[in-house]
């Protein structure tokens, strides 16, 4: 019995060590991609699984208020993930921090990928910072909508040659969920190339 619990802690143990060590690294190599070269490597072990990608060329464009935030796959990390549960719980979107870690961006959607497809928001997420450590505006998928929504999320291309997605996307975000709070539309588009 002893054993059993030690053995039982000893791989718990293990399991979140190594998680946490692999969410923490990142590839040198997916800072400057060679023109030849396709890196599927990032900040966590989710983008190496099968369905997930890392662009390696693109930009995504996101606009909140008067402000334009702007990722470059060159530079940034960006991924298009794909979530497989079971049938009532599969969702794709995208997720991207800036190289500095002051901007970070996520939108999700149920359902599967694939091209020509317009479909309601899931999740959103909008994280600006002065500095890495601490944020200085949170914005989330608001619950408290206007009465078209929570937004769209409109994908025209789906891994096609070397395109890996492109479209574009609105939602509805909040700093809280206080059933007076403001929403606040978040728009934006994205190009993202695998090569």
């Not at 293990?14 to 040198?28: E, F, G, H, T």
């Not at 530079?75 to 979107?93: H, K, L, M, T």
């Not at 769209?152 to 070397?162: E, H, I, P, R």
């Amino acid at each position: 019995m002893g054993n059993r619990i030690f053995t039982y802690f000893l791989f718990s143990f293990a399991v979140i060590l190594l998680a946490v060590v692999s969410s923490c690294q990142k590839d040198p190599a997916v800072d400057n991609p060679g023109p030849s070269k396709t890196s599927i490597n990032a900040d966590s072990s989710i983008v190496s699984s099968p369905g997930n990608f890392l662009a390696v060329t693109g930009t995504l464009k996101v606009k909140f208020n008067d402000s334009v935030y702007t990722f470059d796959a060159a530079r940034d990390s960006i991924a298009f993930i794909n979530v497989n549960g079971d049938d009532e719980n599969r969702y794709f979107g995208i997720t991207a921090i800036n190289k500095e870690h002051t901007v970070s961006f996520g939108i999700s959607s149920a359902g599967f990928a694939f091209s020509n497809i317009n479909r309601g928001i899931a999740g959103s997420q909008l994280l600006l910072s002065i500095d890495s450590q601490k944020p200085a505006l949170q914005l989330s998928l608001s619950k408290n909508y206007p009465a078209t929504g929570f937004g769209n999320f409109n994908l025209v291309q789906y891994k096609a040659a070397n395109e890996l997605a492109k479209g574009t996307f609105y939602t509805f975000m909040a700093t809280d969920n206080k059933a007076n709070s403001p929403y606040y539309r978040v728009e934006g588009s994205f190009d993202l190339q695998l090569k």
